[in-house]
């Protein structure tokens, strides 16, 4: 595991210092899940699983650089999840077409600096932040000390996927630009059963997917819910 590197923001506080981890293994799992609070994609053992697992590093896309802040007594204070990334796969973010631009204008599009967590287009905190804390007095840095990273890699771009409304909002404010996506969430209105869902429909939609809900069961196909501890080797493989 390579140590970490410590190095001073243009925005740094007295007082702080910003550090490069090329693993989330370097870093307590303790102290970075009282940073990521109950988000179960940014605990450590998710982002260590991913590590683990070979989906991220080793001969990989997606290489970690997770920037952090800490104070004169190492205590933990602030976290960006970060990745350098040479293609766009498992980002859920459709930037094919700018890889194309640059490609026609004779620039390299990869690597880019990307802060997200891998194959997961959920919308969440990227900047973290202790809960003692101010936003304005960590994330400054974890900025500037990204865009710094992003400069010294010769990156193309640095990009914040899925952030919140109050994140992007302030992404906006320091001249990133936002690039807007769409997704279709399901919300459970208090239906108790499914008849109360289909009644929210027209009378031509449901007898459609009653139709369809009938040919599943005509073909045999069984639905079971398993935790992961339950599932053979033989499951995951198959799942892989």
């Given at each position: ?16 210092r ?10 307590d799992?303790?102290s970075?899940?009282?940073?990521a ?22 001969e ?8 952090t802040v ?5 205590k ?21 077409s ?16 990307v802060?997200a967590v ?8 990227r ?17 500037s ?5 992003a400069?010294?890699?010769?990156a193309?771009?640095l ?6 409304e109050h994140?992007?909002?302030?992404l906006?404010?320091?001249?990133m630009m ?9 919300h459970?209105?208090?239906?108790s ?8 429909f ?15 069961a ?8 398993m935790?992961?501890?339950q599932?053979?080797?033989d499951d ?5």
């Amino acid at each position: 595991v390579t140590g970490a590197r410590s190095w001073h923001s243009t925005d740094m506080t007295p007082g702080l210092r910003l550090n490069q981890h090329n693993s989330i293994l370097e870093l307590d799992a303790l102290s970075w899940n009282q940073l990521a609070g109950d988000s179960p994609f940014l605990r450590h053992e998710f982002l260590a699983a991913l590590e683990k697992t070979g989906c991220v590093d080793g001969e990989t896309a997606w290489q970690s650089r997770h920037l952090t802040v800490t104070d004169h007594a190492d205590k933990l204070l602030g976290a960006l999840p970060l990745y350098i990334k040479y293609n766009s796969l498992g980002e859920y973010v459709f930037d094919w077409s700018w890889s194309d631009s640059y490609d026609t204008a004779g620039l390299p599009y990869y690597p880019k600096l990307v802060s997200a967590v891998p194959f997961t287009p959920t919308t969440g905190r990227r900047f973290l932040v202790a809960s003692e804390l101010n936003f304005s007095s960590v994330v400054p840095v974890l900025l500037s000390g990204a865009r710094e990273l992003a400069d010294k890699l010769n990156a193309s771009s640095l990009h914040v996927l899925f952030p919140t409304e109050h994140e992007r909002s302030y992404l906006d404010s320091k001249g990133m630009m936002a690039r807007k996506g769409c997704q279709f969430h399901w919300h459970n209105r208090g239906y108790s059963h499914f008849d109360d869902f289909l009644s929210c429909f027209t009378s031509a939609k449901r007898k459609k997917v009653r139709r369809e809900r009938k040919r599943v069961a005509e073909a045999d196909i069984q639905f079971e819910r398993m935790h992961g501890n339950q599932l053979s080797a033989d499951d995951w493989e198959a799942v892989f």
